[in-house]
Structures are given as C-alpha cells and as structure tokens.
C-alpha cells in the first residue's frame, strides 16, 4: 500500500477497533487472549500509520541498481511537486494533477515491494507485547492509552479512555477503564483568543487542581504502586496535555513522583534508547530565529514590533505575523553557549532563515539538532463556518487553501522567511519558496540524522487528533521524517521563559546528560521558579 491507501486503511479500521475496545471495557479482563489481540493490532496499525519513506530509501542508495534509483528519484520529485500544487486552489491546479497523484501512489507500492525493507518492514511493524515487556525492569511501567466511540449493540456518542498497563510480572496487557471524553474536554477548555493574562489563569488553575490528574491517575494509582519509570503512549485529548506537571497530591506532580517518558507508540520501547549529544566533530546544532517574515531587502526597524508571540496568528484574524526579538535573543545565546563546548552550529536569522534551507537538510548524513523559534500555525475544524473576515480572503490566497484543506497535514505548519509575501496574497507558483513550511512538506523530507527538533514556537504541538493514531500535525510530520526526538509546545508560551527554558536545556545536554534528563531538570528548574503555564507548555516525544 501507498502511505495514502494505509491512512485510509487504518481510518476504515476505526469503526472495528472502537467495537473491540466497547467489548473489553465491558468484559474487563475477563480473556486475556482477547486484550492480547487487541493491543498487538493496535501497536501494528500505530506502526502502519506513522510508517516513513526513510525505511525504503536507505536500502535503494545501497541497491546497484540504477533503474530503481531513478524510479525513487521520480517519486520523490513528484510528491514534492504534487504537495507544491495541493498548495494552489483547485481552479489552479494543472489538468494532469489527479493522473500525477496515480502515478505517484503506483509508483511509491513498486518501490516499496523493490526494496529490500519491504519483508524486513511486515516483521518490524509486527511488535508482540512480549517483546515490549522484555525490554522492562521490575519498576518500570507501560501505559498505552486508548481513545474510541464507545458501542452498545448500537453506536453512542461517547468517547469513551482507557489504557493497556504492561509491567515486568504482568500475565497479559491489562485493560483500564478511565473517563468518558467529555469529562476532559471541559476541563481542557481554553479560549485561545483570550488575553495572555487570561489564559495564564486558566492553564495555572488546570496544572494546580487535581481534577485532571484524577482522571488518569486515580484508576491507574494501583498499577503504578511500585514503579518509579512511566512509558506513556497519549490518545485523543491526551495529546494536549503535560502529564509531568499534573498534580497527584498536595506536594507532588506525577513528573516529580516518577520519570514519566512520553513515546509515539509504546512499540518504540523494543528500540529505546534516550538520545545525547554526539559531540564529535561532525555534529551540528542548526538554529532559526529572530526570522524576518517580510523579507524585504531593506532593513526592518524591530523596534516597531511588539515584543509578543502572538502564535497562530490565523485565529485571531491578524493577516501579518509580527518579528518576534525574543527568538533572535533565544538562538544567539543558544549559539554561543554551543560554540564554548566547541560545537559547530549554524544560525539562520532575518530573510536567510528560508523555507528552502529547512528542505535543503533533507539526506543530511552528519547527525544534528534542529531548533526552529519561529510562529507556526493550526487550523483545527474545516467543518466550522469561515468568520466574516476570512470570507474576504480571495479563495485563491495561501491562508484560504490552508484554512479549508481536508488534509490537517495541510492546515498544520512553520513560518519563515518572507511569509507574509505570500500569506493573504494569489499566487499560482509551484516552485517558490513562499516561506510557509506544511507538515505535509516536512513528512516528504528524510531527517533521519535528525536527533532532535525544538519547535521553539505556540501550540506546535497541536493538529487533528484521530483517536489512538495520534496527532496529524507539526508532530507526526517530523516523525514521518525520521526525527528522533520533538519538543513541542502546547499553548502560547512567554518567549522570555521559554529562552531560559532552553538555555537551562541546552546547559545540561552539554554537559553530557541525556536528552530526557536534561529537558526533565531544567523543566524542574523553571518550576521550582515560576506557576505551570510558564514552564509546562513544552512536552518530548521520544
């Protein structure tokens, strides 16, 4: 199958698995077997889902022959071009895109069956729970969290938790029955127009009361008495949460309790390794900040720009996006604390912080971090009415194809250099670096040398949550392009903390500590300082 034809494979296998999930829940535990079954599937369609082109390109570089070769070049230039074109409205589009799009899909299953990874793939995407219980030690604890339409001889509208718990003496995946969704939801209800000061309130009363952590914590308390390690898969709204700074008493925050690990699938675990710094002569740290969004080639006067992150700025109806000083500040003081260790960096600042020099890191052989500060941009429900003044945009602007594509891969990206050239106005070029980096475009990219990501920006983090398949965003896009490991954001976060956030982060990778160590303490550092909502706005995905 193409990644196309295995989307749609697993989104057809919904209605199958919420039955399932339905049955357990009713029958908690009563045949192991059964939960088995369950959790395997589930961990194989997880991995089909966020599966990446990356698998079939290391062994066709290795392959001599030079037909396949060609044919993987094709694929490659044609699905850049292709993403280039869904960028245009439909009445631009050229006559030959939807018979490009089939040749594309034809040509990517040839490839993939060429490829010597193909039987290697259907072996790897197969993970057993065995296997993961295998890789624990007697105080580490496996949570995968469950998310489904919940039925009753007939469909409901509730969504309703759950999670499989593995640990080191478990007989089989035990299932937990948590919450119904609602219950979350308003909980989570955050108005993101709402002024800063607004907001801060709501996110420091959600991380302060316990009614969120009673949610999750409560039911799973006795399945975590003797741990002190969590490897926690999130599902559905649990994507938006920072599980390390939710309260369980008085005194304690579960990230203060245990060592909480967040992973993309728990089938992740048969390969994990936490990631450090490789600080050999070939490695790189690669920053981007302080972006000129106009990219004019006079010089822009800063002073006139407020001093904000106004993130996301789509929603709030501005049509510019504002120079943010603090990322300039953030990326130079990161720069110059790297070069003291003797690392080589790059910084890429004003109009060279380009869309194409992102594009240009995809095959990068030498391992590397990347750190983007930059605006990114959600949009979350297409089904929702245009406001007033998005009507006015002309159906043919980028914003407009952005705000309406039924592909979330679309409605989710970076801004960079020049993007407010090309944010509001026509333009029927599909070879230009409009400055508007999609997480479609990303997942095209190979960054498998890529040991990190810091999207250093507002709600990065965010996308079209489907269920237990995950975030289809910023997030998934970077994971589909071999990104080891993310930092992401979940809500408009202060620049001048986020930049001490990071410089403690950085401090402590240099000094030789582990990626998830040194993003633990300095969240600890920042806590120990200031509420929730100035620190607790950054998750790692490992």
Same mark, same amino acid.
């Given at each position: 199958?193409?990644?196309?034809?295995?989307?749609?494979?697993?989104?057809?296998? &919904?209605?199958?698995?919420?039955?399932?999930?339905?049955?357990?829940?009713?029958?908690? &535990?009563?045949?192991?077997? +059964?939960?088995?079954?369950?959790?395997?599937?589930?961990?194989?369609?997880? &991995?089909?889902?966020?599966? =990446?082109?990356?698998?079939?390109?290391?062994?066709?570089?290795?392959?001599? $022959?030079?037909?396949?070769?060609?044919?993987?070049?094709?694929?490659?230039? *044609?699905?850049?071009?292709?993403?280039?074109? #869904?960028?245009?409205?439909?009445?631009?589009?050229?006559?030959?895109? *939807?018979?490009?799009?089939?040749?594309?899909?034809?040509?990517?299953?040839?490839?993939?069956?060429?490829?010597?990874?193909? !039987?290697?793939?259907?072996?790897?995407?197969?993970?057993?729970?065995?296997?993961?219980?295998?890789?624990?030690?007697?105080?580490?604890?496996?949570? $995968?969290?469950?998310?489904?339409?919940?039925?009753?001889?007939?469909?409901?509208?509730?969504?309703?938790?759950?999670?499989?718990?593995?640990?080191?003496?478990?007989?089989?995946?035990?299932?937990?029955?948590?919450?119904? #969704?609602?219950?979350?939801?308003?909980?989570?209800?955050?108005?993101?127009?709402?002024?800063?000061?607004?907001?801060?309130?709501?996110?420091?009363?959600? @991380?302060?009361?316990?009614?969120?952590?009673?949610?999750? @914590?409560?039911?799973? /308390?006795?399945?975590?008495?003797? %741990?002190?390690?969590?490897?926690?898969?999130?599902?559905?709204?649990?994507?938006?949460?920072?599980?390390?700074?939710?309260?369980?008493?008085?005194?304690?925050?579960?990230?203060?309790?245990?060592?909480?690990?967040?992973?993309?699938?728990?089938?992740?675990?048969?390969?994990?390794?936490?990631?450090?710094?490789?600080?050999?002569?070939?490695?790189?740290?690669?920053?981007?900040?302080?972006?000129?969004? =106009?990219?004019? #080639?006079?010089?822009?006067?800063?002073?006139?720009?407020?001093?904000?992150?106004?993130?996301?700025?789509?929603?709030?109806?501005?049509?510019?996006?504002? @120079?943010?000083?603090?990322?300039?500040?953030?990326? =130079?003081?990161?720069?110059?604390?790297?070069? !003291?260790?003797?690392?080589?960096?790059?910084?890429?600042?004003?109009?060279?912080?380009?869309?194409?020099?992102?594009?240009?890191?995809?095959?990068?052989?030498?391992?590397?971090?990347?750190?983007?500060?930059?605006?990114?941009?959600?949009?979350?429900?297409?089904?929702?009415? +245009?406001? $007033?003044?998005?009507?006015?945009?002309?159906?043919?602007?980028?914003?407009?194809? @952005?705000?309406?594509?039924? $592909?979330?891969?679309?409605?989710?990206?970076?801004? +960079?250099? %020049?993007?407010?050239?090309?944010?509001?106005?026509?333009?029927?070029?599909?070879?230009?670096?409009?400055?508007?980096?999609?997480?479609?475009?990303?997942?095209?990219?190979?960054?498998?040398?890529?040991?990190?990501?810091?999207? !250093?920006?507002?709600?990065?983090? +965010?996308?079209?949550? &489907?269920?237990?398949?995950?975030?289809?965003?910023?997030?998934?896009?970077?994971?589909?392009?071999?990104?080891?490991?993310?930092?992401?954001?979940?809500?408009?976060?202060?620049?001048?903390?986020?930049?001490?956030?990071? /410089?403690?982060?950085?401090?402590?990778?240099?000094?030789?500590?582990?990626?998830?160590?040194?993003?633990?303490?300095?969240? !600890?550092?920042?806590?120990?300082?200031?509420?929730?909502?100035?620190?607790?706005?950054?998750?790692?995905?490992?």
């Amino acid at each position: 199958m193409s990644v196309t034809e295995i989307q749609s494979f697993v989104f057809g296998n &919904n209605k199958q698995g919420a039955i399932t999930y339905s049955y357990i829940q009713n029958h908690t &535990n009563q045949y192991p077997s +059964l939960n088995i079954a369950i959790y395997e599937n589930q961990l194989l369609l997880k &991995n089909l889902s966020i599966r =990446n082109q990356q698998r079939i390109k290391t062994t066709i570089e290795k392959n001599g $022959d030079a037909t396949v070769k060609q044919k993987y070049q094709q694929f490659l230039d *044609n699905k850049r071009y292709i993403t280039k074109i #869904e960028e245009l409205s439909a009445a631009q589009r050229p006559a030959a895109y *939807n018979q490009l799009k089939a040749e594309t899909e034809s040509l990517e299953k040839e490839l993939t069956r060429l490829s010597a990874t193909f !039987s290697e793939a259907k072996k790897s995407l197969s993970v057993s729970w065995k296997e993961i219980q295998e890789q624990l030690k007697p105080n580490e604890v496996v949570i $995968d969290l469950v998310s489904f339409n919940y039925y009753n001889n007939k469909w409901t509208d509730s969504i309703m938790y759950g999670a499989f718990v593995i640990k080191k003496d478990s007989k089989f995946p035990k299932f937990i029955n948590l919450f119904e #969704e609602k219950q979350l939801s308003v909980l989570l209800n955050r108005n993101s127009k709402a002024h800063d000061s607004i907001q801060s309130k709501i996110i420091n009363k959600q @991380y302060s009361d316990k009614e969120i952590s009673d949610l999750f @914590y409560k039911p799973l /308390e006795a399945e975590l008495k003797n %741990g002190n390690t969590i490897y926690l898969a999130p599902s559905g709204l649990a994507h938006q949460i920072n599980f390390k700074a939710l309260p369980i008493n008085d005194n304690q925050t579960l990230g203060e309790k245990f060592k909480v690990i967040l992973l993309g699938t728990t089938a992740a675990l048969i390969d994990y390794k936490p990631t450090a710094f490789n600080k050999t002569n070939d490695f790189e740290m690669i920053l981007y900040g302080g972006i000129d969004y =106009n990219k004019k #080639e006079v010089e822009v006067n800063k002073e006139t720009y407020p001093n904000v992150l106004n993130d996301l700025a789509t929603r709030s109806g501005i049509t510019e996006f504002n @120079y943010l000083p603090g990322t300039n500040e953030e990326v =130079n003081k990161i720069n110059k604390e790297a070069i !003291s260790y003797n690392l080589k960096t790059t910084i890429k600042t004003e109009s060279a912080a380009t869309e194409e020099s992102v594009k240009k890191l995809s095959g990068k052989a030498n391992p590397f971090i990347l750190h983007l500060a930059t605006h990114g941009f959600f949009f979350e429900n297409i089904k929702q009415e +245009l406001s $007033d003044f998005d009507k006015n945009i002309p159906e043919e602007a980028k914003k407009r194809i @952005y705000l309406t594509s039924e $592909d979330p891969m679309m409605r989710s990206g970076l801004l +960079l250099a %020049g993007a407010n050239n090309s944010w509001r106005k026509t333009n029927n070029e599909t070879n230009t670096d409009d400055g508007i980096l999609t997480a479609k475009e990303i997942a095209n990219l190979d960054l498998g040398s890529c040991k990190l990501v810091v999207l !250093s920006a507002c709600e990065t983090g +965010l996308g079209q949550i &489907n269920g237990s398949e995950g975030v289809f965003g910023l997030q998934r896009a970077f994971k589909m392009a071999g990104v080891q490991n993310i930092i992401m954001s979940l809500w408009k976060v202060p620049d001048a903390q986020t930049a001490e956030l990071f /410089e403690i982060f950085y401090t402590e990778c240099f000094n030789g500590k582990s990626i998830t160590d040194a993003f633990q303490l300095a969240q !600890s550092k920042m806590e120990a300082k200031c509420r929730p909502y100035f620190w607790a706005g950054f998750v790692l995905l490992e």
